[in-house]
């Protein structure tokens, strides 16, 4: 199926990616799923996959008290990790804070941070946010990732 980027919704990319992982798809299944979406001039759905990070990270119960563990969270979470270059290194590492920012009610300032990245893959980098956080979040609660992604998707209205 060949879905048109501009008018794809948030919906749509937000129910690939949790019923994905809610069924144990890594990240190199993900990824040509959700570049599907990706265009050259806009934010989405890097913007899309950074909220629901954000929405993931909610779902973990992670308090100022009982914080998420984010010390080499992509080396213990994300062996899958495509990360090679020192550029795209800060790329994720951006990605993943900005999740937690969003979280916090902190505004990322997305158009400022990545306006100097020669290539738009904010989408690919959030999407790496997100399994990360989903793996992260399933063992901060004590439950399955899948635990997760349906709690997640229930607040949005979609099935998984």
């Not at 001039?41 to 913007?47: K, N, Q, S, T, V």
């Not at 996959?49 to 213990?76: H, K, N, V, Y």
């Not at 980098?125 to 998707?153: F, M, N, P």
Request: glycine share 6%.
């Amino acid at each position: 199926m060949l879905i048109d980027p501009e008018t794809a919704p948030a919906d749509t990319v937000i129910g690939i990616v949790l019923s994905g992982l809610a069924h144990g798809l890594g990240l190199e299944e993900l990824v040509p799923q959700v570049g599907t979406f990706a265009t050259d001039d806009a934010l989405f759905p890097g913007d899309i996959l950074l909220d629901l990070a954000a929405d993931i990270i909610e779902e973990s119960g992670a308090t100022r008290e009982r914080p998420l563990d984010t010390e080499q969270i992509r080396r213990r979470l994300l062996p899958e990790d495509r990360a090679h270059t020192r550029a795209q290194h800060l790329k994720v590492e951006f990605a993943i804070r900005a999740a937690a920012m969003i979280r916090a009610g902190v505004d990322p300032a997305l158009l400022d941070n990545v306006s100097w990245w020669a290539v738009n893959d904010l989408w690919l980098w959030s999407l790496e946010a997100v399994v990360v956080y989903a793996r992260a979040a399933a063992d901060h609660a004590g439950v399955a990732v899948a635990e997760i992604c349906a709690r997640v998707a229930e607040k949005h209205d979609i099935t998984i």
